[in-house]
């Protein structure tokens, strides 16, 4: 954006808010309820809702300025930030380490991590799964190298997994119920005790220093949502069965392992994605060093 255009940009009303969001995440419910729209339309603000098929690209929509906040997990705004993406965190949902799991079909004969030595698994390529496997991996003392990584999205790993032709999946809820309801997937291992799993609600910054008001608004829409769809998971299963098509019970599944809260982002939080991002840059995935520092939000410095 010239100088000029930012000038203009700078300390006028905000007259629309463009979100992005996943089917099967928060900002999904947040939309199917109506809430944020609701309290923004009293300000004089539309309200738009974009569809992403992933965090990558949602923040590419971020970043291009389409966008002005998205919800995602931990990996993608490391390599958003390693591509030059001016965001910031504006604050987390707590850990969710139980949505997210290293599965095998129910008749393998693989019993623990380690037994995934010279095996095929299949995951999303730079994914917070990406991630869970590294260190799964490194605490069943092995090294990346001895598995074979199949880079595939959701679906076809789904299909994949379901013909054998890998022999393990990476892969997080509402997948992960799923696969476990229909086809008997069982779990080696899931995120607890070995990666926090986060989603972040992220912004850009441009949006943010302008309009942290509407920022703070979307964060107390999100944690009054949250307090709520902690004890509404039968509610919570039928806006998102309609979000994403998949059965009620399947969600119910994946809710019984999610809990809900949004908090403000913390130094301990920020040291745990730089260190999510220099696992990432040392294995060569992110190409250089990313500062995670650097996406603070100054409301937060």
Do not use: C
């Amino acid at each position: 954006m010239g100088l000029f255009s930012q000038a203009l940009a700078d300390g006028q009303p905000l007259k629309q808010l463009n979100i992005g969001f996943q089917k099967a995440n928060i900002l999904a419910l947040l939309k199917a309820r109506g809430t944020l729209d609701e309290a923004l339309k009293k300000q004089g603000i539309a309200t738009r809702w974009t569809e992403f098929t992933a965090g990558p690209q949602m923040l590419e929509g971020l970043n291009v300025g389409s966008i002005d906040l998205a919800a995602t997990g931990d990996a993608p705004p490391a390599f958003a930030q390693a591509a030059k993406a001016d965001l910031i965190y504006l604050a987390h949902n707590i850990p969710n380490p139980k949505t997210e799991a290293i599965l095998v079909p129910k008749d393998s004969t693989v019993r623990n991590v380690a037994g995934l030595k010279g095996k095929r698994v299949a995951l999303n390529k730079g994914s917070d799964v990406n991630y869970l496997l590294i260190e799964a991996l490194k605490n069943a003392g092995l090294a990346y190298t001895d598995i074979t990584p199949v880079y595939l999205a959701p679906s076809d790993a789904r299909a994949a997994f379901q013909r054998g032709s890998v022999d393990a999946w990476v892969i997080w809820d509402p997948f992960y119920a799923e696969v476990e309801t229909n086809a008997g997937a069982r779990r080696l291992q899931d995120a607890e005790g070995i990666v926090p799993h986060y989603t972040f609600y992220l912004a850009s910054r441009r949006f943010a220093e302008d309009h942290p008001d509407i920022a703070k608004l979307v964060f107390e829409q999100l944690a009054q949502l949250s307090t709520w769809a902690n004890g509404h998971h039968d509610e919570v299963a039928q806006d998102l069965s309609k979000s994403t098509g998949l059965p009620q019970p399947i969600w119910l599944r994946a809710l019984a392992r999610m809990p809900f809260g949004t908090e403000r982002m913390t130094d301990d939080v920020f040291r745990q994605q730089q260190s999510l991002a220099d696992t990432f840059t040392g294995m060569g995935l992110i190409p250089a060093k990313v500062d995670v520092n650097h996406a603070r939000w100054s409301q937060d410095k």
